[in-house]
């Protein structure tokens, strides 16, 4: 990589943010820093090269993205929005920086239609997600893939959102307690 291109190859293609998602939580784990620092850089690139007017924009299959040539559109998977959710929210529990938690929420938001086709490809009648999103509208196919990316992402929030409200009150129980 470099200042330009963050990225370990010369090519972005398919369940991008799980790289950078690896760094920061093995740097973490392993207290390296650099391997910290590495991972929210990498990350924080493949969001802003994914994000356009406030909404995530996945790197497409069609064509992907190789150093120097144009991004492919579409088609879009979700499994990328999925991916990009948990990178952020490791790169939130790392730092603390809310700015994490509203990009995991550009991300999620994808699925529910806030893309670049205003199409949703959760199906809240079969809970299943479709396939994609394609230039001519979502891949109405409901693969096992898809579907789990949508469930994992929908797991993660509320996980997310359970730890978190745990949090205070352990907390405060450790402060009534004079811990």
Request: charged share 20%.
């Amino acid at each position: 990589s470099n200042e330009n291109w963050l990225w370990p190859e010369l090519s972005v293609t398919y369940d991008n943010s799980k790289l950078p998602q690896a760094l920061i939580v093995a740097g973490k784990y392993l207290q390296n820093d650099g391997m910290v620092d590495m991972g929210m850089r990498s990350l924080k690139w493949l969001f802003s090269l994914q994000t356009e007017n406030d909404h995530f924009v996945p790197i497409g299959n069609d064509g992907w993205y190789k150093f120097g040539q144009n991004k492919a559109r579409f088609d879009q998977q979700p499994l990328e929005a999925q991916s990009m959710l948990e990178g952020c929210l490791a790169a939130y529990q790392v730092n603390l920086d809310r700015e994490w938690l509203r990009r995991a929420m550009t991300a999620f938001k994808w699925f529910l239609g806030h893309n670049d086709l205003n199409l949703p490809l959760y199906d809240a009648k079969t809970g299943g997600c479709r396939d994609g999103l394609q230039s001519t509208g979502v891949n109405e196919n409901q693969g096992a893939e898809s579907s789990l990316a949508w469930l994992m992402a929908l797991t993660e929030l509320h996980i997310f959102r359970a730890n978190e409200m745990l949090v205070p009150k352990i907390e405060q129980s450790a402060l009534s307690s004079g811990s």
